[in-house]
């Protein structure tokens, strides 16, 4: 399950507009009222909306909204309620070319990767270029314990009672259950299991954690070297990155049909060799 067709690397004003046409960044489907929901959600610590996070700052409404107009390119006005919501193409930009930077390290010093995914449907194939081409480099793709069980004590409605099981797609821990597959979660608690697992086997924690929702949040609470990518309803990672628990967050609208993100892992891989 790859990007079909790997399109050449484009450049960054040609990856800018497309990433603006397709609706990755730029106008965005996710409303301002779904963001101003999740950013009240977080300042109210709901456990839905952490992901898995702890913060010692206080996090209220207004100081989220401000944070993510900085990191993400929403509106900061506070009297903006309902409308089109906006991701700068260039805040998205930024970022991947600072993991580009980070990934080119772990290829050099030849360090261990943990991939994972809540997004199957649109961010799976992206993930799966990234895990192969990393491995190619000379990274060691962990897969710890396959179809390792995941007791959840609190799981979403959309999920089911389970039993659920974290599985690996070429290198890319997804959630699943044996009767309905690869299931979408924000939940911290399969990379948890994953994490306890490491350390139950002794293989040592991963050098480097590529991830989002819930599975970077534990990995970036857990104090592990953690890159995220995250929507703009999704704030909580962006405050692990302002308080230091996540090197580097990108942000991006996570949930466009996954043919649309070709460019951009060309964009990201080119460089890697």
């Known amino acids: 399950m790859r990007v079909a067709a790997l399109p050449p690397a484009p450049t960054r004003a040609e990856l800018r507009e497309q990433l603006v046409a397709s609706a990755i960044a730029g106008e965005v489907v996710t409303s301002r009222e779904v963001n101003l929901d999740a950013y009240r959600g977080l300042a109210r610590r709901e456990r839905g909306r952490t992901l898995g996070l702890t913060f010692s700052g206080t996090w209220n409404g207004s100081d989220v909204l401000a944070l993510m107009a900085e990191k993400v390119g929403v509106s900061p006005d506070e009297s903006y309620l309902a409308g089109v ?50 491995e190619l480099r000379g990274c060691r793709i962990l897969t710890p314990a396959p179809s390792s069980p995941v007791v959840f004590d609190e799981p979403e409605p959309h999920i089911g009672t389970g039993p659920h099981y974290v599985r690996y797609m070429n290198g890319v821990a997804v959630l699943t259950t044996a009767e309905s597959g690869l299931l979408d979660t924000h939940s911290p608690q399969p990379m948890e299991a994953v994490l306890n697992t490491l350390d139950e086997s002794g293989e040592g924690q991963p050098d480097l954690v590529i991830g989002d929702h819930g599975w970077a949040g534990a990995a970036g609470e857990a104090g592990l070297d953690t890159v995220g990518f995250a929507d703009c309803n999704d704030p909580a990672l962006f405050v692990g990155e302002a308080e230091g628990k996540l090197r580097l967050v990108v942000p991006l609208d996570d949930d466009v049909d996954s043919v649309h993100y070709g460019p951009l892992v060309a964009y990201l891989l080119q460089p890697l060799g």
């Open 85 to 134: 919501e906006t991701i700068d193409p260039d805040r998205c930009l930024d970022a991947i070319e600072a993991m580009v930077e980070r990934l080119r390290g772990a290829i050099e010093r030849g360090e261990s990767v943990l991939l994972a995914t809540s997004h199957v449907a649109a961010l799976l194939p992206f993930y799966l270029e990234l895990a192969r081409t990393l």
